[in-house]
């Protein structure tokens, strides 16, 4: 199979370019925009994946840019009726947020506004339409004629916006709430308006001339006063974003030429040092100079101790100073910034979307063309069925019928939820990804977790030196493997270099050094082919262990690492590295048990180091001696066996396992390239948060699967009981008023109920 290109045909095999753009949407109100637009983004030539959030008022595109572009998206997003156009150039994620947060407040204080006067209005209405109840006042023309100018100006003020994009989507050939609320408050004013001009031509037909002016208002208010309470809530969705930008100063105190100056952020240039006084905030990234303090990254982190800092640490942009006062060299600035990377990986987090939307938005694409179809249903049925004041009674319920029918409370069930779910974890220090992350982590069955780093505390030291037969120096032994391993990254490389150091060692470069994953590494170190690595390695390369074999099980039964050194061919012996477990791995791990998970360790170390640690943990099940194509292959196993699988590790040996597992959970304090494959990163180096993930991702698609329950039965119950299925039983006819006061809640429940993940505890 080939894929197709802009040039023509792509050979087999070939990947097309990919490119990924997130750009603003204006004008979405309800599901239906949302699946309309996504629906329109999907088919476009060129893109592979649309995501399209009505929380965010956002879309995600992956598309190849040699078949597609930027403006090519733009433009099909504005063919279905929607504004769209490229974030401004330069604006990084905060200054996104706090834009979108801006815009947010003012759209809750235009809605407040008009719904309070729409309501006023409303109830002027309803006072005027009262003397036309009795008899001698029925219908005064001059009152109807207030009432049709209140009326008509409440429309075209307060409730433009409904018409304006009711009639945008006819346009397009498709129809979303705003087409129901249109249809429905439209027909009553043409009706009404009828009325008003031509009383005559109801009257000679026995049909009463009533008027839903005040109906028509107070619908509107309602209405209104919905949308004003779903911005607010959607507001307290991103509290947790706020919160982070709030948490970076807007000026930093910078020393140049010897003199302190007060400067705003921006004027801040890598390289400056960075003077800060006890319980000030940090402004920017940097390493530490002088000085030493005890800093707050609690908001960062979930971690609630400060953390000491002394020279040399690193030292993160936005946590709190404690007591001391330090300086130090800024290395990171604006959106290189962690806080900035925090709020971008936030920010992509809320705005994706989690598989379980895909129902909802394959009924809000077909559920306005049905509810306007079972609305003249509702008509027809009553214009034929009711004896008495057919008409009116028809036209009522079918106005119900439309109204009550808002699509917006299914087009919020999911991202409202991932939106207060990703921010509650960021506060807990536990960033996902996204929907489909946090969706995958509620279904996981079994944690599988990697020893070194993850487990242990990932930083080992050197225990003891065994020399073999023969050899006679330490120093020599300890000079030999550190220079072998100078330009190795391992944790166990580093703990060897260490030791050398403290000693006061000469260490030099190897020449031809190579890094065996999984295995060790072997270099040239002053002429001599040196071997430094597991016992296989060695073995490999013909070198005899056999006496050094008694000592090497001994170290390795009480949890130490050990590590062979060889010499052209020789055995020069070998030294233990230990790394204590850390003090809430045993924990973490039974936190994980009383979840009903099954708990695995992964090691690259020997069965009985491996061993030596997983029951100091409390995990039962092991697998040891195992490369990083060994652990991806274990995964597939686990996988096989049914279940979603999860992977826990922080080097750089763990990220193909962490690619590969259904939820990658990499240790914050690990690598980059870890943290990039995988799906959640914990921000502190504590094992539960993986259980708080977990735990929290299981809440978060319970409450998913509430909201889109009540946002199905709701309709289900509310659209037959606003057409009259109640009334042969019991007399009930549901009016337009209330079918709007129902319509309004159905979304701030909905919202409401996705706040309360805020309130999440971890038990």
């Not at 037909?205 to 208002?217: F, K, L, S, T, W």
Request: proline residues 5%; charged residues 20%.
């Amino acid at each position: 199979m080939s894929a197709t290109t802009a040039q023509g045909t792509r050979p087999a095999g070939e990947h097309a370019p990919s490119a990924r753009l997130t750009f603003p949407i204006t004008g979405m109100t309800c599901a239906a925009c949302q699946a309309r637009v996504q629906r329109m983004l999907s088919r476009t030539p060129g893109v592979t994946d649309a995501a399209v959030n009505l929380m965010m008022n956002s879309a995600t595109v992956t598309y190849d840019p040699t078949v597609a572009s930027p403006d090519t998206l733009l433009d099909c997003v504005r063919a279905t009726g929607y504004g769209a156009e490229l974030t401004p150039p330069g604006r990084g994620p905060m200054e996104e947020q706090e834009a979108q947060d801006a815009a947010r407040a003012e759209e809750f204080r235009e809605l407040r506004l008009k719904a309070l006067v729409s309501l006023a209005v409303g109830a002027v209405a309803m006072l005027l339409s009262m003397p036309m109840l009795t008899p001698s006042a029925l219908s005064p023309r001059g009152l109807s004629v207030a009432m049709l100018l209140l009326t008509s100006a409440v429309m075209a003020w307060a409730g433009r916006h409904f018409y304006t994009r009711a009639w945008a989507a006819f346009r397009h050939r498709s129809a979303d709430m705003n087409t129901l609320i249109a249809i429905g408050t439209g027909s009553a004013y043409l009706f009404s308006l009828l009325v008003t001009v031509a009383p005559g031509v109801f009257t000679s037909r026995g049909v009463a001339p009533e008027v839903y002016y005040e109906a028509i208002v107070i619908i509107i208010g309602l209405i209104l006063v919905g949308n004003a309470l779903e911005a607010r809530a959607k507001r307290q969705t991103s509290a947790a974003l706020r919160g982070l930008i709030d948490l970076q100063p807007k000026q930093a105190r910078v020393l140049r030429d010897d003199e302190e100056l007060e400067l705003p952020l921006s004027a801040v240039q890598r390289g400056d040092v960075v003077v800060v006084r006890p319980g000030e905030r940090l402004p920017v990234d940097g390493v530490l100079l002088s000085g030493s303090s005890a800093v707050d990254e609690s908001m960062l982190t979930g971690e609630s101790m400060p953390v000491d800092k002394h020279t040399g640490d690193r030292v993160i942009g936005g946590t709190m100073n404690g007591t001391g006062a330090f300086r130090y060299r800024a290395t990171s600035l604006g959106t290189d910034g962690t806080l900035a990377q925090i709020v971008r990986l936030m920010r992509d987090a809320q705005g994706s979307r989690a598989p379980i939307q895909a129902l909802a938005d394959r009924i809000s694409s077909v559920f306005v063309p049905v509810v306007i179809s079972l609305a003249i249903v509702t008509f027809v049925v009553w214009f034929i069925a009711t004896p008495t004041a057919p008409v009116i009674r028809a036209f009522a319920a079918a106005i119900a019928v439309l109204i009550i029918a808002c699509p917006c409370a299914m087009g919020l069930a999911v991202p409202t939820a991932v939106m207060v779910a990703t921010g509650k974890g960021a506060e807990l220090g536990v960033l996902i990804k996204g929907g489909e992350a946090l969706e995958r982590a509620g279904r996981i069955r079994t944690v599988v977790l990697d020893k070194t780093g993850t487990l242990t505390e990932g930083r080992p030291s050197l225990s003891d030196i065994v020399l073999a037969p023969g050899r006679t120096s330490e120093d020599e032994l300890l000079a030999l493997a550190a220079s072998a391993e100078r330009f190795s990254e391992h944790p166990l490389a580093a703990a060897i270099l260490t030791a050398a150091s403290a000693r006061g060692l000469t260490v030099g470069d190897p020449e031809h050094f190579q890094s065996l994953t999984g295995r060790g590494a072997t270099g040239i170190v002053s002429g001599r082919s040196v071997l430094v690595g597991n016992e296989a390695l060695v073995v490999e390369h013909g070198v005899d262990v056999a006496a050094l074999v008694p000592a090497a099980r001994l170290l390795a039964g009480d949890g130490k690492t050990v590590i062979w050194i060889a010499a052209d061919g020789g055995l020069y012996g070998l030294v233990a590295v230990s790394d204590s477990i850390r003090a809430t791995s045993r924990e973490a791990v039974t936190a994980l048990r009383r979840l009903g998970l099954e708990v695995v360790m992964l090691s690259g170390d020997v069965e009985s180091t491996a061993r030596a640690v997983a029951r100091a943990a409390g995990i039962e099940q092991v697998v040891a001696g195992v490369r990083p194509d060994g652990k991806v292959a274990e995964i597939e196993r686990l996988q096989a066996l049914g279940g979603t699988v999860a992977m826990v590790g922080d080097g750089i040996n763990d990220a193909p396992a962490l690619a590969r597992a259904d939820v990658g959970i990499a240790i914050g304090t690990g690598t980059d390239i870890a943290m990039q494959a995988a799906d959640i990163t914990l921000m502190r180096s504590d094992l539960n948060g993986v259980v708080q993930a977990i735990a929290l991702s299981r809440k978060t698609m319970r409450t998913m699967r509430q909201n889109l329950f009540w946002a199905f039965v709701y309709n289900v119950i509310g659209i037959p009981v606003a057409a009259g299925v109640l009334y042969p039983a019991f007399g009930i006819q549901l009016s337009p008023v209330l079918a709007s006061a129902a319509m309004a809640l159905s979304s701030v429940s909905v919202v409401s109920n996705s706040l309360r993940l805020r309130r999440f505890r971890a038990a």
